[in-house]
Each structure stands twice: as structure tokens, then as C-alpha cells.
């Protein structure tokens, strides 16, 4: 079967690479446009990232319908409010201060897409924070590439010195959970991952 991934995401493609999976990555058609001022509980932030997920692959996989499209997004929950990439650098640090020493929410919306059916629904994992010094956010910043981060942070990266634990899927909060997608391929009536690897 052929498979793309409608993600700009180098971490998802890590995933996916990492367990042999082959597949073509594309830029998502749609970048969805996130209203983060409004409040927002769990439910509100699931739905949220289920839509964005459906968003960013229903354009190519139209088009293409024998084609499997897998697309995702990944937000993070926090005090009733989505936090997706920073904006800004003080947009980064106005998030990570809202996030040191709580525990938050990462939620990653997947969606597969085939034969003009979409699979969709999401994983959620807490993640406890410790904090940082302000010399020590400093480095963080500069090292962390912040920006193209859901809530400035990746956990496989430097900002895993401020996780203290994680309760869920670990590969959700790197943004590709590899249990739902399976499921979800599954659901398509399709070769489970390890199907399409073997």
C-alpha cells in the first residue's frame, strides 16, 4: 500500500522511519488556524485536535483516495487553554511559565484517511513539568528550537530536563502514537503497522 504523511513534523517522520515503515511525507495543504482564546476543557481540546488532524490530510487524500494519508496535530492542554507553537520567543517563555511545576496535558489528534473514509480520534498523555533557572531558560531557548514545538517543548529533545514524569503514551507526546495508528489502520480495514512493515 502506498502511504504519505501530510505532516511538516521531522519528529513524526523519526517515528515512522524509526519502525520501517515506507512512506512519502507531503506539507499539509491547510495549516489549521488555532483560536486559543477562548477556554477550552479536555473534551473541547480533543475535539480540537481531532479537527486539525482531519484538516491536514483531507485535501490530498480527496484527490487521491487509494492512497492511505495519515495527518496529526498536537497540542497541549493546560489551565482550560490549547497551546500549539509559540508565536513568538515571549510567546515561548509565557508558555513554558505556565507549564513549570504542573502537570499538563499533550494531545495528539490522528487521523487515516482511505478510500474516501477518515479514521480519526486522539491520544492524551500528562506530562509533569519541573521548572527552570532564568540562565537556564536561556540555554533552553537558544538550544531548543522552540518555535516549530507544540508548548516550546519535545521530550525527546533538551526540554526532556524539564519532564519530570509522563503518565500515558510516550510516543503521543513526541506526536506520533503509534497504538492509536495502528488501531486506526486497522479500523480502514487495512494491514495493522506491523502488516505494512513485515
Given amino acids: 500500500m502506498e502511504v504519505v504523511l501530510a505532516s511538516r513534523s ?5 517515528v515512522l522511519r524509526s519502525i520501517g515503515l515506507n512512506f512519502r511525507a507531503i506539507d ?11 477556554p477550552v476543557d479536555r473534551d473541547g ?4 485536535a481531532c479537527d486539525a488532524a482531519r484538516s491536514k490530510g483531507e485535501g490530498y487524500a ?3 483516495p487509494e492512497v492511505v494519508v495519515i495527518s496529526a496535530d498536537t497540542i ?15 510567546d515561548a517563555r509565557a508558555t513554558l511559565h505556565k507549564l513549570y511545576d504542573c502537570t499538563h496535558l499533550v494531545v495528539t489528534g490522528l487521523a487515516v484517511h482511505y478510500r474516501s473514509e477518515c479514521r480519526c480520534d486522539a491520544e492524551c498523555t500528562e506530562v509533569t513539568f519541573g521548572s527552570l533557572t532564568p540562565a537556564e531558560e536561556d540555554i533552553y531557548i537558544g538550544k531548543a528550537q522552540v518555535m516549530d514545538k507544540a508548548g516550546s517543548y519535545a521530550i ?3 526540554g526532556g530536563v524539564l519532564v519530570q514524569g509522563i503518565s500515558g503514551d510516550y510516543f503521543n507526546v513526541v506526536g506520533m502514537p503509534l497504538n492509536l495508528l495502528d ?16
Avoid at 521531522?10 to 523519526?14: A, L, Q, S, T
Fill in 62 to 64: 480527496r484527490l487521491h
Fill in 156 to 158: 525527546q529533545g533538551v
Fill in 183 to 198: 488501531r486506526l489502520l486497522k479500523e480502514c480495514g487495512l494491514p495493522g503497522l506491523l502488516g505494512a512493515i513485515g
Fill in 10 to 14: 521531522p519528529r513524526r517522520r523519526e
Fill in 28 to 38: 499539509p495543504e491547510t495549516d489549521f488556524a488555532p483560536g486559543y482564546s477562548q
Fill in 76 to 90: 497541549v492542554h493546560a489551565d482550560g487553554r490549547i497551546y500549539g507553537k509559540p508565536a513568538s520567543l515571549d
Fill in 45 to 48: 481540546a480533543v475535539r480540537f
